[in-house]
Structures are given as C-alpha cells and as structure tokens.
C-alpha cells in the first residue's frame, strides 16, 4: 500500500530546524538530570514498597499523604489511579516509599503504611475484623467459634471453602465489600453465618489490592542490568549495520538511536516520571524501532547508488527518503496511534511505558531523516572536500614536470 507517490519533498533542505529542535531537548534533558542529579527511578531500581490501594470513597492524597508520614519515615509518594474500568469510577491510589526501606525493615514497611491507613481511616473498628483486609486464616480463626457457639458449627474443610468463597466474592468487586448484607448472595453464608459476621467482622474504607516489595540490592543490580542490555544492544547493531552497509552507517544509526534514548530520558526527568522496567522495556522497544527505520532508509540509499542514480548524494538520499515515505507514515502512524491509546487509556500502571512509546515514536521516526541521514551527507561532503584539497598537489607537481620536459626538449628544424 502506498499513499505518497512520485513525491519530491526537499526533507534535507528543512534539517535545521529539527537539528536545533533536538539540541534544545537534548541540553534541556542533560541539564535536568544533572540538577536532580540523574534520572528518577521507580522502585524495581532503588528498592522500595508499591502499594494499589482501593477505597469506597477515596480521600484527597494529601490526607493519605499526611497520614503516612507519621509512620512511615522517608519519602513517601501518592498517586491517584483515575480510570472508569468496571462500573463507576476507579478510586484507587499507588502508594510508593523507598527512602526508608532496607532489607532489614522491608516488611515493616508495608505493615507500617496498612496501620497508617487503618489509624486514619478506619478508626472505630470496635475489635473487629476487617473482611476488607482479612486474610483467609485470619477470618477462618475468627469465625470458628463464634459459628461454633451459634450452632453452625463447620468442619475445617468446610470453612475453609467458605472463607474462600468469601474471599473470591471480595476479590471480583475490586477487593472491598461495601456492606456485609452483599454476602448473602455467597454459598453457603446462611442467615446464621451472616449474623457471625456482622458481630465479627466490619467492613472497612479501603482494601489492599496489591502490594510489592523490592529490596535495594536487587533494585541496584537491576539498574546495571538494565543499563548493560541497552548498551549490549546498541553495540550489537553498531556490528551489524558495519558489516551490512559501511562503518559510517553504522555510526550515524547508532548516534540517531543514542539521540531518540537520551531525548526521551531527559523528557522522563523534565516532567519528573519515574524510570522503571516497563520503562526500560519501551527504551528497549525503541531502540529496534528506530533502528529498524534508520536501516530501511539507508537500504534505499545504497540500492540507490548501486543503480548509479544520477544527482548529488544530497539529491540521492532526499529521493531515498521520499520513496520510504509511505512505509515511515504508515508504520510510524498505526504504531503512535496505539501508544497514544496506551497512554490516555493504559492507567496509572502502564502510563511511563506508553509515555515512552509516544515520545519515542515521534523522536525516532524525524531522527532518521533529519539526524541520521544528515550524518552521511556530512560525512560525504567532507570525504569528497579531502579529495579535492589533495588533487591540486598532484595536478601542480605534474605540470611542473611537463614544463620542465618541454624546456629540456630542443627544437626541431623544418625542412625546407
């Protein structure tokens, strides 16, 4: 499928402007990471606790902000998850500390920020239960006697698939039950059990969805880990484009791909997003993709040469861009619509790989034509200004031995 035929778009003529485009963001970048003294990285890097929280009505984060600090030392981040998934209105929160966690207190950490909930937000428990973060052994030991004493007493194995029954119905209405009287609908909870429950049990303001832990050590080694797969990848792909097309190529791509990397970090830094494993991930992602764009444009190129088309290789590379202009459009096009979708739509969770994905789409797909292809033409021009600087010399010294020939030479007598 081609949408641009027999165009004659001057992309080379225009370079300047996306050439100073790019310095702008790569300073604004650089800069940036050195005043906050380097990129922002989420927990798989540095270690930490990561919390999804969900509440029946969600507090404003600076209160869940402010109830946190009290017990939990460091830096402490709250983050609403706003999405209309299911019915009605998400009213999660990302909890996120890291400053404070070691190997030794990583637990601690976690049971302190469910205290600082509950203190806040769950203060008139009256002794009981909450089903909203009860686990299974907590509310099977909970109710045993008490259904025991109501004369509904259940073998183990008969409570144990209660509870669990109890549970799954918890965990298919986002981890909250609103109102115990929900629980009737349950197998197996009878009007007696559910007499049990309500003087057991309560109902708490907000559930546990998911909780992580990651420990510093694992997080620093992942950091390196991830740092050698990018550079092990640009590498790798400096080798090949060397061996497939010439060594200038490949440095041009590799200097296009470390310019879309270091835009998009710097991005991360100025709208201070954390950088984690699904970060790395779209970098990785990003890395083929504007490789994969670079040697697709370089292909036309030399086949372009190898045809001896006529023109400058300015006006070679220009008709190169143009002809892959259909396949950048349609590729580049289809793919940013799906980031773009990610983004707006992804949630809180996938939000840093689909800003990834968005930026570098944009960044990777003008830096083939207007960085990596520049590069060449560069490089061209300043091959051929060597070979002219070095012509002269050779022409010069050559005729001073022609005219040194022609004055040794004597003259030749014409017959009359």
């Avoid at 050439?19 to 922002?40: D, E, F, N, Y």
């Avoid at 023109?311 to 459009?329: A, K």
């Amino acid at each position: 499928m081609e949408i641009f035929k027999n165009t004659n778009f001057d992309f080379l003529g225009k370079k300047w402007p996306f050439i100073t485009l790019s310095l702008l963001l790569t300073a604004a970048g650089i800069a940036s990471l050195i005043v906050k003294g380097g990129p922002k990285y989420g927990i798989d890097f540095t270690g930490g606790a990561l919390m999804d929280v969900n509440f029946i009505k969600r507090p404003p984060t600076e209160a869940i902000r402010s109830a946190l600090h009290k017990a939990v030392p460091g830096e402490v981040e709250v983050q609403e998850v706003n999405n209309t998934q299911g019915a009605g209105s998400s009213q999660e929160v990302l909890i996120t500390t890291g400053a404070a966690v070691t190997d030794q207190n990583i637990q601690t950490v976690r049971s302190d920020i469910v205290s600082a909930l509950n203190t806040s937000f769950n203060p008139n428990s009256g002794g009981k239960l909450d089903i909203n973060l009860a686990g299974q052994t907590d509310l099977m030991d909970r109710l045993r006697d008490p259904l025991a004493a109501a004369g509904a007493s259940l073998s183990d194995d008969q409570l144990q698939a209660l509870v669990q029954r109890i549970l799954d119905y918890r965990s298919a209405h986002s981890g909250l039950i609103h109102n115990l009287d929900e629980l009737s609908s349950v197998q197996g909870v009878t009007p007696q059990v559910l007499n049990v429950l309500k003087q057991q049990c309560f109902t708490g303001d907000f559930a546990i969805r998911s909780a992580e832990v990651v420990g510093p050590k694992i997080g620093a080694d992942l950091r390196q880990q991830a740092i050698n797969v990018v550079l092990i990848a640009l590498g790798a792909m400096l080798v090949y484009i060397a061996f497939r097309f010439e060594w200038i190529y490949g440095v041009a791509a590799v200097i296009a791909v470390f310019h879309d990397t270091i835009i998009t970090i710097g991005l991360f830094s100025l709208f201070n997003k954390p950088i984690d494993l699904t970060v790395i991930a779209a970098l990785l992602t990003l890395v083929g993709y504007s490789m994969n764009d670079t040697i697709v444009t370089f292909d036309r190129i030399r086949e372009n040469l190898r045809m001896q088309v006529r023109g400058s290789f300015e006006h070679i590379v220009n008709l190169s861009i143009n002809q892959t202009l259909s396949r950048t459009v349609l590729t580049s096009g289809l793919t940013f619509l799906t980031a773009m979708s990610l983004y707006l739509f992804g949630g809180q969770v996938l939000n840093g790989f689909s800003f990834a994905l968005v930026v570098g789409i944009i960044v990777g797909t003008y830096s083939s034509i207007f960085i990596a292809s520049p590069i060449l033409i560069f490089w061209q021009n300043l091959s051929e200004s060597r070979r002219r600087r070095s012509r002269p010399v050779v022409d010069t010294a050559r005729a001073r031995s022609v005219a040194n020939t022609v004055k040794a030479a004597k003259p030749v007598k014409t017959a009359k």
